[in-house]
């Protein structure tokens, strides 16, 4: 199936100016000398390399669409393969009707993935540069595609391919202690090659401490809004997204489901999801709201516990307040423009409220700022480190690297002989190469391009 040429549908589906059908193989170039006739009426073999041609597409004598093709020839491509993309005009109709003549006429479809998957088996990409082209797509603010960018540049393959020297060095010494006895070299590790090894684990570490970070740029941080009925939470939602996305009234119980939005903080997703009033109801739908806020206040990264500052707390207050955990909760004292003096110190998991009126829109920037410095302060070791991984595949090769190079150290430490050694820089080395994927499994990389959309 590999040296098959295959086809697909490269844009979203639906109504559009342009459609675009990407062809790549072996037999691109002859299905489309099979369909296409150039304007230059040049045969297709005569087509520059990287070039776009205007004319039109047939499927036997009928038209099928006036039609750009560009064409990019083997191996400085995507696939490193002849590839053909074919500009139509945009809709389900054409686009369907131009994919189905290149079918006809020696194509396959392409699966989940595939371009991607071919450009890694023909060397073009590494699998981390290969799940970076899934972050780009999926990318939520520009500091999530940023990252993706970087790796997809390399950055990850080349310091992987750093630190896989460093082993190797200290891999080529032991092998030649254990095979060549007669040498005469000395038992020990030298101390540069030591050296080396500290070196993989202070880079490993600092690597895997960067994925909390990664992590949250990449997939955001999850915000419940709780409360009981009739705080202002959908109020408050609404401010944020500045638009009426939750349905406002005075009538308690009014959000009876979550509402999940997502919204760029300084580069960060804040996922916000507004929740059901928590409180006790005889109304079997908002009571399912009510258990659905319950899970999200023990899932969620943080928690916005708002409070009615024109209302005593009461035993619903309470309740929630119990429900919840102190490290990651931030108070809101909402409807201060029409607030009394209520006593908020019962509420002893809250270190610090912040006083807003969402119906004003008055403390929202404020808000927003402080939910931004909780999370970084929570979140981010070290925001000065370069490379950060967001993916835990890579974190959990990672830490098996971390982890063989630690029992190295153990066995020096304990004058153990050096035979042992080598099965724990084999186990570093394999880590390493799982994160570039030069060690992966059938499974690994069907589970990993299943992702993928079927034109990429």
């Known amino acids: 199936m590999l040296f098959d040429t295959i086809a697909a549908i490269s844009t979203p589906r639906g109504e559009g100016g342009i459609g675009i059908v990407r062809i790549s193989g072996n037999n691109a170039l002859e299905i489309l000398g099979k369909i296409f006739k150039p304007k230059s009426k040049k045969n297709i073999e005569e087509l520059k390399n990287f070039s776009i041609n205007y004319g039109h597409l047939y499927d036997g004598k009928n038209l099928v669409d006036e039609v750009l093709v560009s064409i990019m020839k083997a ?25 189905e003549t290149v079918l006809k006429n020696g194509a396959r479809i ?36 940023s990252l993706s960018l970087d790796q997809l540049r390399g950055d990850l ?4 391919g750093h630190l896989k020297k460093l082993v190797l060095d200290v891999a080529a010494h032991i092998n030649v202690v254990l095979d060549y006895p007669e040498e005469g070299i000395d038992d020990p590790l030298p101390e540069n090659l030591v050296g080396n090894l500290r070196e993989v684990m202070d880079t490993t570490d600092i690597l895997i401490r960067s994925y909390d970070k990664g992590k949250m740029i990449k997939e955001g941080i ?12 959908s109020s408050i939602l609404n401010s ?9 009234t005075h009538v308690a119980g009014t959000t009876r489901d979550v509402i999940e939005e997502v919204v760029n903080l300084k580069g960060i997703p804040l996922v916000l999801v507004d929740t059901a009033g928590i409180r006790k109801t005889d109304d079997l739908v908002e009571n399912i709201g009510v258990e659905k806020s319950k899970q999200l206040i023990e899932s969620a990264d943080l928690i916005l516990f708002v409070v009615d500052g024109s209302r005593a707390l009461d035993e619903e207050d309470m309740r929630i307040h119990e429900a919840i955990k102190a490290e990651k909760v931030i108070g809101i004292l909402n409807k201060i423009d029409i607030r009394e ?6 509420l002893t998991k809250i270190n610090k409220w912040l006083e807003i009126s969402a119906i004003k829109n008055q403390g929202i920037d404020e808000m927003e700022e402080e939910i931004y410095n909780h999370i970084i302060e929570e979140n981010v070791e070290d925001s000065s480190q370069k490379i950060t991984i967001t993916n835990i595949r890579h974190k959990s090769a990672l830490e098996k690297t971390k982890q063989s190079i630690e029992n190295i150290f153990e066995t020096i430490e304990n004058g153990l002989p ?7 820089i084999k186990g570093a080395l394999d880590s390493l190469s799982e994160v570039t ?18 034109g990429k």
Not at 119 to 144: C, P, W, Y
Not at 157 to 160: A, D, M, N, T, V
Not at 418 to 424: G, I, P, S, T
Request: negative net charge; hydrophobic residues 40%.
């Open 157 to 160: 393959k080349e310091q992987i």
């Open 341 to 346: 003096d209520i006593d908020l110190s019962p």
């Open 222 to 233: 999850k915000t419940a809004i709780v409360g009981k009925p009739n705080v202002g939470k």
């Open 437 to 454: 994927g030069e060690i992966s499994s059938e499974d690994l990389l069907d589970h990993i391009f299943s992702n993928f959309c079927v």
């Open 240 to 248: 944020v997204l500045k638009e009426e996305r939750a349905i406002v």
């Open 75 to 99: 191996p400085n491509t995507y696939t490193k393969e002849d590839i053909v993309e074919i500009n139509c005009h945009g809709g389900f109709v054409i686009t369907e009707k131009v994919l």
């Open 418 to 424: 050096m035979d042992l050694m080598a099965v724990d």
């Open 110 to 145: 392409s699966e989940s993935g595939e371009f991607t998957r071919r450009a890694f088996l023909n060397g073009r990409l590494d699998l981390t540069q290969a799940e970076a082209v899934m972050d780009i797509i999926h990318g939520k603010t520009e500091k999530s595609v």
